[in-house]
């Protein structure tokens, strides 16, 4: 039986407008580009504003400048000429003492065979600080008295993952036994305080105060170790050899390793595993947090992200790779998008803080999904 020409005229109608629409998918997904060069910080979020929708942020550290170099946003490197500050807390940015920032550190192998000088002292910040290793190894003396002069030394390699505790001791030890690093040093670091050091004495002395703007201890801050109470140990874990691979309890056909989940202090970290071609769940398509911070670092492969302005916004795709950082800050929409995310799979880094951008304030809220 013939069809009418009506009828044939509205099924070429609907399958022209399919394949309109596929082609304008494939498009978005394969036409993603990499964000806009930043070379200055991301500067984070604390509390959002309420109706208001924040984006999100983004470096591509690997041609991003080193600190106090040309192109730096930067006066002065806060840890060495090979510092990349990527990501600073609001408070006191723009200072030369800020508080709470993300470094990038590239500390390059050693070329002599001289050993350190023995007689190096231990010491402590007040502030939580974590770190990553990205690539080789450093050793690392963790003594657990200022009075031990010979503290455990750590090889932290490549997937080695740093919680420290305010009033951890670190550093100084005598000897190192021999062990020294044997590659190109790579990591990031957060510091959740204004990077001062206290050193500890010896034989009774009073401890050194070390402030990055070469001034004395700030109203409230004790300079002297022998006040302290009691000295903490930091978490130390390496992701390689220590745990596996797990499936993601909450997005299906995701891989996590779980590195630290702190509840009472609003603190989690994990690396994230997706295989090439993963598609995300439509209920995980564009998703944020009304109050929780949370810093993504990618370690290896590309994924595509999506941005989106506000929940009306259809949004757009871009393409992140190895080295880049991405900051959610709350009442930010965190985006797949339709199709497939990665050719290729990706592995990241992805630590939220239940609210700010210090340990504290938690349990970290469940996620929320845009409607």
Do not use: C
């Amino acid at each position: 039986m013939n069809k009418p020409n009506s009828w044939r005229r509205s099924w070429l109608a609907v399958a022209v407008a399919a394949v309109l629409s596929s082609a304008a998918l494939a498009s978005t997904q394969q036409d993603a580009t990499p964000p806009p060069a930043n070379t200055k910080p991301v500067i984070g979020i604390l509390e959002a504003k309420p109706n208001t929708w924040n984006q999100l942020g983004f470096v591509n550290v690997r041609e991003y400048p080193f600190d106090a170099q040309p192109g730096s946003a930067l006066k002065k490197p806060p840890l060495g000429p090979t510092s990349k500050t990527i990501f600073q807390s609001p408070e006191a940015a723009g200072t030369d003492l800020p508080v709470g920032q993300l470094i990038h550190l590239e500390y390059q192998p050693t070329f002599n065979m001289n050993m350190q000088k023995p007689g190096g002292v231990p010491h402590y910040h007040e502030f939580y600080e974590w770190g990553y290793t990205l690539k080789g190894d450093s050793i690392m003396p963790e003594p657990v008295s200022p009075d031990q002069r010979n503290g455990m030394l750590y090889r932290k390699k490549e997937g080695g993952w740093l919680s420290r505790p305010p009033y951890s001791l670190h550093g100084g030890s005598w000897l190192t036994g021999g062990m020294r690093n044997q590659l190109p040093y790579n990591l990031i670091i957060f510091e959740e305080g204004d990077g001062h050091v206290i050193n500890v004495g010896r034989n009774g002395e009073a401890g050194v105060y070390r402030g990055r703007d070469g001034k004395g201890p700030p109203p409230g801050t004790v300079g002297d170790y022998r006040q302290v109470k009691q000295f903490s140990r930091p978490w130390l874990l390496d992701s390689v050899r220590d745990v596996e691979w797990e499936e993601d309890p909450q997005v299906p056909g995701r891989f996590v390793k779980w590195l630290d989940d702190a509840t009472a202090d609003g603190f989690r970290s994990q690396l994230v595993k997706i295989p090439p071609g993963w598609t995300a769940p439509p209920e995980w398509q564009r998703t944020y947090f009304e109050n929780a911070n949370r810093l993504r670092y990618m370690v290896w492969g590309e994924m595509k992200v999506w941005q989106f302005k506000d929940p009306k916004d259809a949004g757009k795709a871009v393409k992140v790779s190895e080295d880049y950082f991405i900051y959610q800050p709350p009442r930010s929409i965190w985006g797949y998008g339709p199709g497939s995310v990665s050719e290729r799979g990706a592995i990241w880094l992805e630590v939220t803080y239940a609210k700010g951008l210090k340990h504290g304030g938690g349990p970290i809220e469940e996620v929320k999904r845009v409607q």
